[in-house]
């Protein structure tokens, strides 16, 4: 890791949205991880377009599903967290979801948690627990068939077999 860019190190409270200098220290904190995931990509041998791909897909992930639609902390990963962004928020805040580019995402956020899990961010055990709902290609590729099928009332129907909620 370069020397140059601060250790990321998580607290919690970090990530409670109760107030807009919390939001703000969040939002950094996930840059600094972006940053150091780049950073890390790059020493690993990745090319500088195949880092700055996983790298966008982290930031995705991270500040606009994660801390800015979920207010949840990414620290803490649990089952649901990516099933629901690829089966739903994905799929609904996509003009044009394609699974391609979903599958491209999911590959930026597999490596992101190995490289929190290598960085002891995350424990093995959780990222053990995500791994499945990072590789349910076939699923999230029906549900954005599903989508795009979607006639008169029919969204409720598609939104309860993969809720959005937590």
């Not at 967290?81 to 956020?109: C, Q, Y």
């Amino acid at each position: 890791m370069d020397d140059k860019i601060p250790q990321v190190l998580f607290e919690s409270e970090v990530f409670e949205s109760d107030t807009m200098k919390n939001e703000i220290a969040a939002d950094e904190r996930c840059r600094t991880l972006v940053r150091q995931f780049h950073d890390d990509l790059l020493a690993r041998g990745y090319t500088a377009l195949n880092a700055s791909d996983f790298a966008y897909s982290a930031d995705f992930y991270l500040r606009d599903y994660l801390l800015d639609f979920c207010r949840l902390d990414f620290n803490f990963p649990e089952p649901g967290m990516i099933r629901k962004f690829a089966a739903n928020w994905f799929i609904r805040t996509t003009l044009d979801p394609d699974i391609s580019v979903l599958k491209r995402h999911l590959e930026g956020i597999r490596e992101l948690y190995d490289f929190m899990r290598r960085e002891k961010l995350i424990s093995d055990e959780q990222f053990h627990l995500i791994l499945p709902e990072l590789s349910d290609i076939e699923y999230y590729s029906r549900r954005i068939d599903s989508f795009n099928s979607i006639a008169g009332d029919g969204y409720a129907a598609w939104e309860a077999e993969c809720p959005i909620t937590f």
